[in-house]
């Protein structure tokens, strides 16, 4: 298979793994609001358990990046997808908080596999093209999971319930896992592994990290940026149902939160390669705070039509960031350096939404987010200081 074609099939494969662990990942903001009644959990209990996801998730970043170094990145993808796969099987057997939670942990550690080692594939197919570019398609096929799955969840829990909804995504996720191993062992073969592995090993054991100053702004704004975005579509849902939308409406509202958000990663990755990586993100940083404002203070028909709109701006950040991780790191250190980028950023999202909804309990979810949005506002004068940070690359000076 010549370069071209291998690059394209290995883009193709990790939009697969993204638009499967991510619709995963986000099918629970579906649920969440359908286990609080049932369960009677608090907002902080609901945060909690957004957290088991997202924290086992992160926590498994870097590990996944050191084991794909020994093992190759389809054998750890398949595993960490088949363990996801069990905790969506075993979720539809949970009686309560405490074993919604551990599941839930499950789950999360196999999804912690797909950021790091997917953007490091895909970062390495694209090394003399154009990456940002690749890199804004893959996260855009994550969107357009979350967007899919959600939407599935929604009808089949009405129809069927949520523990067949759960079993069912199960089921396809131990597919794509098989799927995975063999479509990715094919595109990466062993011997590459190999010579990548004994590559890394000649250049030491650190991070590879080039630019210090400039990965530690980069991983702060990700850190703010993710774990804010994790907090609010946690708490939307209560948000909508407290302004009067219904729950049979609530997976049409997150996916046109979704939808916005996938054409938020796509577009801005190609908005960052004409006008810059940073007025890209203060550009869609102010836009997510001001966003969140104005959807406090729409009735629920208003909102609706806003969710797009402030998807694009919520998501699009992110297509930005992780592009500009390649460019502050040594190739042959590129699984680890994304699995510390994703941890950071991961991590906040597991730590945000426990503590938003502790804020949520006592002073409701409308003043919770509307602290959450002068915090997303605190990335604007970061994004100025990244700019000085990039200044001595040529690259960096031109955007």
């Known amino acids: ?68 170094e020994r093992w190759g990145e389809s054998r750890v993808l398949a595993a960490g997808t088949f ?11 949970a009686g309560g908080f405490v074993p919604l939670l551990a599941f839930l942990v499950i ?34 096929s994550g969107d357009l999971g979350k967007v899919t799955w959600p939407a599935c969840v929604a009808l089949l829990t009405a129809w069927a319930g949520w523990r067949w909804a759960t079993r069912d995504v199960g089921i396809l996720v131990l597919a794509a896992a098989i799927a995975i191993f063999f479509v990715l062992a094919r595109l990466a073969p062993i011997p590459e592994q190999a010579a990548a592995r004994d590559a890394a090993g000649r250049e030491g054991s650190g991070w590879g990290i080039r630019d210090t100053r400039g990965f530690s702004l980069l ?16 708490y939307l849902p209560f948000l909508l149902l407290g ?43 102010a836009a997510t705070g001001l966003g969140i404002f104005l959807l406090l203070a729409l009735p629920v028909r208003g909102a609706l039509l806003l969710l797009p709109v402030l998807g694009i701006a919520l998501n699009g950040t992110s297509s930005v960031l992780y592009g500009t991780v390649a460019e502050l790191v040594a190739p042959e250190r590129r699984s680890r350096a994304y699995g510390l ?14 503590i938003y909804g502790l804020l949520s309990d006592w002073a409701g979810v ?34």
């Open 1 to 68: 298979m010549n370069p071209t074609r291998r690059a394209r099939a290995t883009l193709a494969a990790s939009c697969t793994i993204h638009f499967v662990h991510d619709g995963a990942s986000d099918l629970l903001y579906i649920l969440f609001p359908v286990w609080a009644r049932e369960f009677s959990l608090s907002f902080a209990q609901v945060g909690l358990l957004r957290s088991g996801y997202s924290g086992a998730l992160a926590l498994f970043q870097v590990p996944a990046g050191f084991l794909a």
């Open 366 to 399: 409308p003043a919770t987010l509307a602290v959450m949005a002068v915090v997303i506002l605190v990335t604007v004068p970061l994004a100025q200081a990244l700019r000085h940070a990039l200044k001595p690359s040529p690259d960096a000076a031109r955007r």
């Open 341 to 354: 980028f994703y941890t950071i950023g991961i991590g906040s999202g597991a730590i945000a939404p426990p």
């Open 107 to 140: 789950g999360g550690l196999g999804s912690g596999t797909q950021h790091p080692l997917s953007a490091s594939l895909v970062s390495r197919a694209y090394e003399e093209g154009r990456r940002r570019v690749a890199l804004g398609t893959f996260n855009f």
């Open 243 to 285: 302004k009067g939308l219904g729950m049979d409406m609530m997976g049409l509202a997150l996916g046109l939160t979704f939808a916005g958000g996938a054409t938020g990663k796509f577009v801005c990755g190609l908005l960052a390669e004409r006008v810059g990586i940073i007025r890209t993100v203060i550009l869609t940083e």
């Open 83 to 93: 363990l996801t796969s069990v905790g969506f099987l075993c979720l539809g057997t």
């Open 219 to 234: 991983s702060a704004i990700h850190g703010i940026d993710n774990g804010s975005r994790t907090a609010f579509l946690t």
